[in-house]
T-cell receptor, first 112, second 118 residues
Framework: DSGVTQTPKHLITATGQRVTLRCSPR?????VYWYQQSLDQGLQFLIH???????AKGNILERFSAQQFPDLHSELNLSSLELGDSALYFC???????????FGEGSRLTVL | AQTVTQSQPEMSVQEAETVTLSCTYD???????LFWYKQPPSRQMILVIR??????QNATENRFSVNFQKAAKSFSLKISDSQLGDAAMYFC???????????????FGTGTRLTIIP
């Protein structure tokens, strides 16, 4: 158990819909990272939040947005969903800007 | 920007044998971290081993060891006495030890799928 909690674990929805994925980092970790993993592919960095503020953006679509709340949990919002958005979405946290990231179990999104 | 390359999409090894997974990376930085993560069928990302670039000694964790060649920018993972539970996707990853603002992320390679043959 990494200590990073993601909900929901699985989500099935239709094209055009909007979903919210939630992440609670490890206790004490101020940084939250979101990654997308499409089928049998590598992990693509989406966005990084540190202590409530956006720190870096990667290949995140304009239809996607994220935020980190005062209690440090984070939400990734995906809107106007398309079939190609089907993927495993990982949240990871770290206490510092160096060293390893600790990953949650991921949220598997299926868009039909 | 840093890049990580894993040139072996798939590898297989007989149970109890040794296998080496390759990884190369490109960076202009002198201090950084390198990692191997394992992703079994459960899809959980599990840290296997880490290496700090300023340490010359290769990291080891039980049956897992690395061959870190800083000048060649190479970071291979050796798995000894392979077990059925080692079957997974293995990702090599890079992270700066002195990141610029906004460059603190982990950069992954494309992965190597390891199959263990009983």
């Amino acid at each position: 158990d990494s200590g990073v909690t993601q909900t929901p674990k699985h989500l099935i929805t239709a094209t055009g819909q909007r979903v919210t994925l939630r992440c609670s980092p490890r206790s004490g970790d101020l940084s939250v990272y979101w990654y997308q993993q499409s089928l049998d592919q590598g992990l693509q960095f989406l966005i990084h939040y540190y202590n409530g503020e956006e720190r870096a953006k990667g290949n995140i679509l304009e239809r996607f947005s994220a935020q980190q709340f005062p209690d440090l949990h984070s939400e990734l919002n995906l809107s106007s969903l398309e079939l190609g958005d089907s993927a495993l979405y990982f949240c990871a946290s770290s206490v510092q800007f160096t060293g390893e990231l600790f990953f949650g179990e991921g949220s598997r999104l299926t868009v039909l | 920007a840093q890049t990580v390359t894993q040139s072996q999409p798939e590898m297989s090894v007989q149970e109890a044998e040794t296998v080496t997974l390759s990884c190369t990376y490109d960076t202009s930085e002198s201090d950084y971290y390198l990692f191997w993560y394992k992703q079994p069928p459960s899809r959980q990302m599990i840290l296997v081993i880490r290496q700090e670039a300023y340490k010359q000694q290769n990291a080891t964790e039980n049956r897992f060891s690395v061959n870190f060649q800083k000048a060649a920018k190479s970071f291979s993972l050796k798995i000894s006495d392979s077990q059925l539970g080692d079957a997974a996707m293995y990702f090599c990853a890079y992270r700066s030890a002195e990141p610029d603002f906004g460059n603190e992320k982990l950069t992954f390679g494309t992965g190597t799928r390891l199959t263990i043959i009983p």
